[in-house]
């Protein structure tokens, strides 16, 4: 259980052999459909979520967090907070809440864009951002036209993308991604990865985190 979860603590203190002496982690969490319904239901026990409260278990005293859900959405889950002895407990708790996203599509894009605020405060504190993104899905985001129909939100998808990470890039954030399961889009999340000199990685169901940490 510990391995399974320490895939993500492994990938968020990745990117620098010698890290500063804090670091700000921000968490990119899917609460799409496909993690909890069938076919897919590719973390019904809700690793990634005890993983994220690893990572708060295991900061260094000056480390910050934040937690960014998403799904066709995104939502600020807990904005850049200082880790302290005393507040651990409750910013696990809080990891745990309920998401309010829409759970029917999945805006890594949007999860992105809404990182760059978080991004900008490290970096004015003096601090190094690092994101885990993970995700058991492809970039699938839409808005609904007056008659209620969807129509794809990004009219140049590369683009916005490209512009996503060249604000990160600005800012030395390394992403590294988490690719759960078969119909995660591991092109996509390579590219990402990639571009922000981060790491990927892979498991085809939560139980195989072990797996990809032991590689």
């Known amino acids: 259980e510990i391995l399974a979860l320490a895939v993500l603590v492994a990938a968020a203190r990745a990117g620098s052999a010698s890290p500063p002496e804090s670091s700000a982690y ?45 799904g066709l959405d995104a939502e600020e889950l807990l904005p850049l907070t200082a880790i302290t002895d005393g507040n651990k407990r409750g910013l696990c708790e809080r990891i745990h809440r309920k998401p309010k996203v829409n759970p029917r599509g999945t805006d890594i ?16 504190k003096g601090m190094a951002a690092k994101i885990v993104l993970m995700t058991d899905g492809v970039m699938e985001a839409y808005n609904y036209d007056s008659s209620g129909r969807p129509q794809q939100r990004y009219a140049d998808e590369p683009a916005a993308l490209k512009e996503v990470l060249r604000s990160l890039r600005q800012h030395k954030t390394v992403v590294n991604c988490v690719a759960l399961g078969q119909q995660a889009n591991s092109g996509f999340l390579r590219t990402i990865a990639i571009e922000t000199d981060g790491g990927y990685y892979r498991a085809n169901t939560g139980e195989d985190l072990p797996a990809v940490y032991l590689r």
Not at 27 to 52: C, F, G, Q, V, W
Not at 109 to 124: D, K
């Open 26 to 70: 921000i968490l990119i969490i899917d609460h799409s459909a496909s993690m909890y319904e069938a076919p897919t239901r590719s973390d019904e026990k809700n690793i990634r979520l005890d993983a994220a409260t690893l990572v708060v278990d295991s900061a260094r005293a000056g480390d910050t967090i934040g937690v960014i859900n998403f």
């Open 109 to 124: 894009i949007a999860a992105l864009s809404n990182s760059i605020p978080m991004v900008e405060a490290a970096t004015r």
